[in-house]
Each structure stands twice: as structure tokens, then as C-alpha cells.
């Protein structure tokens, strides 16, 4: 087994459909991993149709029960059975193997003891209530220099 890890440009020429460097079938990649973004509290639209449905990274051989369940959270107003559909969607996709799930809301960050850190229920970094307490070498070195 080999892992290989490669930048945007070289992973799209190997895993977005329009993008190949050779034909689908001529490809040696088994498993190929990326990372999406929630940006909006509800990937499933995106995700959905950028890895399977057509997308730019369709690799699935889709089935219309995926369609179907797709379509069916799109259409659907109430959250509670758009929860219920997704795990429908997920569950098929799963037993279809279509994915592997790597579920990561708050990613793993390492801040200094003395970094007051709040992370967000979010995909992207954010600082806005991120600061460092008086005993940060930062704000040491502050006092340090207006003492002298």
C-alpha cells in the first residue's frame, strides 16, 4: 500500500471527472480522501452534488433511490424530517459504500495554555473570541519592556 498526498491541482487531475489526467478506468488510486467545508449548515445539497449526482467527483454508479431521497430533503421545510431523510440518504449511501464518513465538526487545534480558545460549532477557523491571558509570553514581554 502507498499514500500519496497531493495539492488541489494534482488531486483535481485525479479525482474530478473533467479534470483527469487519464480515463477513470486507467486511474491506480483506490481510496482517494478529501475534506469538505459546511459553509452553510447544510451540506447535504452541496455535498450530494459535487460527489455523487452528477457532480464534478461522481464516482458513485448512482441508483435512483439515492436521487429520490435526494430530492426528497430538498423539497422538504421541516428540520426534523430533513434529519430523518439525510439518515435515510447516509444509511444507503453507506450500505452502497459510496462514501466513508469522517465525521469532523470542530477540528483538532493545539493553543498554548495561556491562549484562551474558544472554538466554534463550525468548519472554518475563527478567532473572534480568542485571546491570551496576562500570562502569556506575549503580554509578559509588554510589561517587561514598559517596566525598563
Not at 480522501?33 to 449548515?41: G, I, N, R, V
Not at 464534478?56 to 430533513?82: C, G, M, N
Not at 468548519?123 to 514581554?141: C, G, I, M, P, Y
Request: hydrophobic content about 40%; overall charge negative.
Amino acid at each position: 500500500m502507498t499514500r500519496e498526498l497531493l495539492g488541489p491541482a494534482a488531486f483535481g487531475q485525479k479525482t474530478y471527472l473533467r479534470q483527469l489526467d487519464q480515463p477513470p478506468e486507467q486511474q491506480t488510486w483506490d481510496i482517494a480522501l478529501t475534506s469538505y467545508f459546511d459553509l452553510e449548515k447544510f451540506s447535504m445539497w452541496h455535498f450530494y452534488h459535487h460527489f455523487a449526482l452528477d457532480g464534478f467527483s461522481d464516482w458513485t454508479l448512482e441508483e435512483p433511490e439515492l436521487k429520490r431521497l435526494y430530492h426528497q430533503v430538498l423539497a422538504t421545510i421541516d428540520r426534523a424530517t430533513q434529519q430523518q431523510v439525510i439518515r435515510q440518504m447516509e444509511r444507503h449511501t453507506q450500505e452502497h459504500a459510496y462514501f466513508l464518513f469522517l465525521y469532523n465538526p470542530i477540528q483538532l487545534y493545539a493553543v498554548n495554555k495561556d491562549v484562551e480558545f474558544i472554538p466554534y460549532v463550525h468548519t472554518l477557523l475563527k478567532f473572534n473570541e480568542t485571546a491570551v491571558t496576562d500570562q502569556h509570553w506575549s503580554v509578559r514581554k509588554q510589561k517587561a519592556a514598559v517596566r525598563e
